[in-house]
C-alpha cells in the first residue's frame, strides 16, 4: 500500500525559507510525475509545482522563481524549497504522487507570519 509522509512546514518569518519533503513507500517503482499542491482557507488547492520522471518543471505563476522543486528518484521523495515567503504562502501543502492512480499526502502546515 503506498503512503506518502511529508515533513518540513512550519512557521517562518516573511522573508524566510522552508524545505518541504515528500517520501513515498510501500512501492518499488518510481513515479512519474510529482507535484505540491497548497490550499488556503476558504480557497480551492491550487497547484505550487510539479516535476516529471525526466525533471521537467513547471511553477504557479505567484511562486515562479522562489520556490523549486526537486525529486530524487532512487528514495521516491520530492522536495520543495520556499524562498522569499511571504504571508500568502500560508496554507496547508499537499504532496501528490502519480503511479497507476494519484495518492495525496497528509498535508503540512506552513504559516509565514512576523
Known amino acids: 500500500q503506498v503512503q506518502l509522509v511529508e515533513s518540513g512546514g512550519g512557521l517562518v518569518q516573511p522573508g524566510g525559507s522552508l524545505r518541504l519533503s515528500c517520501a513515498a513507500s510501500g512501492t518499488p517503482f518510481s513515479f512519474s510525475a510529482m507535484a505540491w499542491y497548497r490550499q488556503a482557507p476558504g480557497n480551492q488547492r491550487e497547484l505550487v509545482a510539479a516535476?516529471?520522471?525526466?525533471?521537467?518543471?513547471n511553477y504557479a505563476e505567484s511562486v515562479e522563481g522562489r520556490f523549486t522543486i526537486s525529486r530524487h528518484n532512487y528514495k521516491n521523495t520530492v522536495y520543495l524549497q520556499m524562498n522569499s515567503l511571504k504571508p500568502e504562502d500560508t496554507a496547508v501543502y499537499y504532496c501528490?504522487?502519480?503511479?497507476?492512480?494519484?495518492?495525496w499526502g497528509q498535508g503540512t502546515q506552513v504559516t509565514v507570519s512576523a
Open positions: 501528490k504522487f502519480v503511479l497507476d492512480k494519484e495518492y
Open positions: 516535476i516529471t520522471d525526466d525533471g521537467s518543471t
